[in-house]
C-alpha cells in the first residue's frame, strides 16, 4: 500500500498496464511489475475468493524475489468491478491483506469501497466517463480519476481524452489517469503534456506473451487497422470498442500493435519513443 505520490515515484514510465477482462493474469501482471511499470488485474478475473488468494499470494512472491535481487519493481493495482459484484467485500479484505498498492475501481461508485481501503491506506482511483461522475467519485472518496476516453479498448468513453483532461483539471488537480487512445511512448508523453499523472495500455499488452488472450485474438490485433475499431453495445448494455465482425475487443491503439511480443519488449520499445518524444518536445522550445 502506498500513497499515489509514492506509486507515481516508483515507477520507471508513467503507464499501468490496464485491467483487463479474459486478459490479465498473474503472468501479465507480474512481468508490468517486473518492467517498471504498474500491474493490475480485476478480482473478477479470479473465478473464486481462493484463486485470488492464490494470484496474489504468486504475484506478490515473484515481486518480492525480484526485489531482494535487487531490481526494480513497479506497484501493483487491484480492479474492483462495481456494479453486479457480490463479492466486493470479501475482494477487498483480500486484497488489502495482500498489500496491493492501490485499488482502480470501474462500472459503478466507488462510495462503498473508498471508506474501508482509505482506511486501510490505499489509495483509490475511480475510472469515470463523464464530469458528472468525476464529481461524484470524489465526493465518494476516490483520491484519483481514470478518465475513459473515445476509443478505449473494453467498455469506452465517449469523451475526447484531450477536453475530458482539461476539463477535469479545472477544479481537480490530484491523481489523474488517461484510459484510451495510448498506442505508444509518444502519445504516453502527449498523456503527461496535457496534465495527466499516468495512463493505461490496454490492448497493448493484450498481444504479449504473457496476456492470457487466445493466440487468435493476439494475432488479429496484429492485423487489424484503426478503422476497423467500432463501438457495439457489450451483453452488460455498456458500450465497447470491438473490431468489426466480431472477433473480440480492442481500443483505437490497436494501430500501435505490430508484433505480438514480450511485455519487457513492449515497456522497452515505449520508453524510448518516450524519451524521444520528450526530448523532441525540448529541442521544438528551445
Ligand atoms: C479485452 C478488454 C477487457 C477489459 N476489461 C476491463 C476490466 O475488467 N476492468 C476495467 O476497469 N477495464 C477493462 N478494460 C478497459 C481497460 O482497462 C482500459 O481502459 C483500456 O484498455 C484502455 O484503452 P486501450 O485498450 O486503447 O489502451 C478492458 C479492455 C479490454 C480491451
Not at 476516490?142 to 476516453?149: K, N, Q, R, T
Not at 509518444?186 to 504473457?210: C, H, P, Q, S
Not at 484503426?226 to 457495439?232: P, Q, R, S
Request: glycine share 10%.
Amino acid at each position: 500500500m502506498a500513497t499515489f505520490e509514492e506509486v507515481r515515484q516508483s515507477l520507471d514510465l508513467p503507464l499501468i498496464c490496464a485491467p483487463m477482462t479474459g486478459v490479465s493474469g498473474p503472468e501479465l501482471v507480474t512481468a508490468a511489475c517486473l518492467a517498471g511499470i504498474a500491474g493490475s488485474f480485476p478480482t473478477r478475473n479470479c473465478e473464486t475468493p481462493e484463486q485470488l488468494e492464490d494470484w496474489l499470494t504468486r504475484i506478490q512472491a515473484a515481486r518480492a524475489k525480484a526485489r531482494d535481487a535487487g531490481a526494480h519493481v513497479g506497484p501493483l493495482a487491484a480492479n474492483i468491478i462495481i456494479r453486479g459484484n457480490r463479492r466486493i467485500a470479501e475482494d477487498i479484505a483480500t486484497v488489502i491483506s495482500h498489500g496491493v498498492d492501490f485499488v482502480i475501481t470501474s462500472v459503478g461508485s466507488p462510495k462503498d469501497v473508498c471508506g474501508p481501503l482509505n482506511d486501510a491506506g490505499i489509495c483509490v482511483l475511480a475510472d469515470v466517463a463523464s464530469m458528472r461522475h468525476a464529481e461524484l467519485a470524489l465526493e465518494a472518496g476516490a483520491s484519483g480519476l481514470v478518465l475513459l476516453s473515445a476509443g478505449a479498448g473494453g467498455h469506452t468513453g465517449w469523451a475526447n481524452g484531450f477536453a475530458f483532461a482539461r476539463a477535469v483539471r479545472r477544479t481537480f488537480d490530484g491523481p489523474l489517469v488517461l484510459a484510451g487512445g495510448v498506442s505508444d511512448g509518444v502519445a504516453l508523453w502527449a498523456a503527461e503534456v496535457l496534465g495527466y499523472d499516468l495512463a493505461y495500455m490496454g490492448t497493448r499488452f493484450i498481444a504479449t506473451n504473457e496476456s492470457v488472450a487466445s493466440p487468435e485474438w493476439k494475432q488479429t490485433l496484429v492485423d487489424v487497422e484503426f478503422d476497423e475499431i467500432e463501438v457495439a453495445m457489450a451483453p452488460n448494455g455498456v458500450a465497447a470498442s470491438m473490431i468489426k465482425g466480431g472477433r473480440g475487443s480492442a481500443g483505437h491503439s490497436v494501430s500501435g500493435v505490430r508484433r505480438v511480443a514480450s511485455v519487457a519488449d513492449v515497456v522497452a520499445e515505449t520508453a524510448s519513443e518516450y524519451a524521444a518524444a520528450r526530448n523532441a518536445t525540448r529541442v521544438r522550445l528551445g
